[in-house]
């Protein structure tokens, strides 16, 4: 169970780690795609989606720290810390953004939750 609960996690972290990108270095090209945005309407939200990507590079962090800390109590702190902030962001995702967001980054973030809980 615990290496199923450290893969979901990672794969958690690597969504985000996506969605950064996407969201800061990537934005007016490729972010702006996925998000479905105009040139314009880009331009427009690019300094909030900056913002926004550096607040998801926090939940990375956490979650980096969940994988690689040593000490198994703190590592397990910060991954229940860093899952259930991805997936409270992402049920807010999806009440204000798109459904989809739900299934892209709440559900794994659940299920990484509720693996790390029953290792």
């Known amino acids: 169970m615990l290496l199923a609960a450290k893969i979901v996690t990672a794969a ?3 969504i985000h780690v996506y969605i950064v990108l996407l969201e800061t270095v990537l934005f007016r090209t490729r972010g702006r795609r996925v998000f479905g945005l105009s ?3 880009a331009e427009i939200v690019q300094a909030a989606m900056s913002n926004q990507g550096c607040y ?3 939940l990375v962090a956490a979650l980096a720290l969940g994988l690689l800390y040593p000490d198994a109590a703190v590592a397990r702190a910060f991954n229940v810390f860093g899952l259930c902030c991805v ?3 992402g049920m807010w995702g999806a009440a204000t953004v798109s459904t989809r967001i ?3 980054q709440t559900a ?3 299920a990484g939750l509720a693996l790390v ?3």
Do not use: D, Q, R, T
Request: net charge neutral.
């Open 12 to 14: 958690v972290l690597l």
């Open 39 to 41: 040139a314009e309407k």
């Open 56 to 58: 998801n590079g926090f």
């Open 87 to 89: 997936a409270v962001a």
């Open 102 to 104: 739900l299934f892209v």
């Open 108 to 110: 794994p973030a659940v």
């Open 117 to 119: 809980l029953l290792a």
